[in-house]
């Protein structure tokens, strides 16, 4: 279409529709990563649509094909399902030759295209939703789902689910419990699902193995370790103990598909320069705290939990999860209205309140406390406002929640000593770092963040 301007200029304006860039993305179907693909596993093909509307997949005109590089016959892939719209559920056949392929996936007249490496093993681990492991215990009772309320103990046996095993054998997997390797009793595919694998093993009985609802799972085949799930495990009757102290009926609703309520209050206190002069050498310290209180249920906690590792437990890269965490938002549910504020109260007297947002139902509170002045070396700042010791978090509570008190401890704060030595970094060197601290013991993790200064 044309259209005259003015002093005879020609402008030109071109109609049509957004294009929508169609990406396909391979994962596993256990464990939802990107990555390598096993021969003989179920896959997911799950769509992005980028740049223009979404149109659910039409079942009626969904293919999808293999092609080996090399080979100019590509392989049909057995549809296995069509689910959340944009994704499809495919069996890679076991004869499939290892090595690089594409697998293009056709539906509503379009198609998307990914190239992807197939291996002989690349195990993922099912879940039953959030990190907790789709697992069984067998005991003298027979098969019961692993819950809160019903956690594998020592000795038990269990059965673990997933896709990727291949022509592995239980001589040749490890399942890492708590970090620390154990036999599998049996590993292979299951009796009735094509691509379903099940590892079966025997929970040790070992007192250095955490106990509790969510104790660290892997699977590692040789150089590879799958995705990191949880197990639930105790060694007495009843529930396992969970973290943030929910009693057993608590368990129960949550293991019935209820929710509880889960409170996160966090307290920031960071030396760095301020907003007004980034360029210059100054610090302040900034205090901060905030206050949320939102309702999950069974599988949004498996995510906000901390996986439990052996304390004798240390890593250099561990994997932490999946692509399952991406769907966080899937498990929490509506924030609590806690009142008209939140009040802190340290061993000093000292009192930070937490207010709401000023409209809206109050959802998330906040705090601060205001900068003193900037000075020139950060062991010149007065004493942080977040001292040690400790801490009383309250509320007033309103006509549907009762008010509450919570106690927590704040340990004396880490001192380095070596701070004028650490300014400039040799990634060619080891880096030492050195501090005072009296609370701390040789069970506790420090984490050490280094981000480069802002110059010119």
Sequence with gaps: MRASGAAGVLVWVVCGAAFAQQLLQVENAASLLIGDVAAGSLVKLQLIIQG???????????????????????????ILEVSDATSVLVLIPSATPLGPVSITLNYNGHSATQNVYIVATSFGLYSAGGEAALAQNITGNGLQLNSLTHPAHPQDFVTLWGTGLGPATAEQVSVLLGGHPFPAAYAGPSA?????????????????????????LNIQIGNSISNLATLSLSRDAGPCVHPFGLTADELAALDSGGQVYVGQINLDSTIGAPPDSLFSPAYVRMESANAQFLSYNASGLSLISQPLFADDYLSGCTLIGGGVSAGLFAFIFSPLNMGTQITVQGPGGQTLNLLPPGAGPPSLYNGSEPSVPAVTSPDQLPAPFFSSGQW?????????????????SIPNPIQITNYSQVSMVDHTKDLTITWISTTYSSADFVTVQLYPAVSD
């Design 192 to 216: 009735d699902y094509a691509g379903l694998d099940q590892i079966n093993f025997q929970v040790p009985d070992d007192p250095a193995i955490p106990q509790g609802c969510y104790v660290a």
């Design 52 to 78: 223009g509307p979404v149109t659910p997949i039409d079942p009626a005109t969904v293919s999808a094909q293999l092609l080996p590089m090399g080979f100019q016959d590509p392989l049909s892939l057995s």
């Design 392 to 408: 009383k978090a309250s509320a007033s509570g309103n006509t549907n929640v009762q008010p509450f008190t919570a106690m927590f």
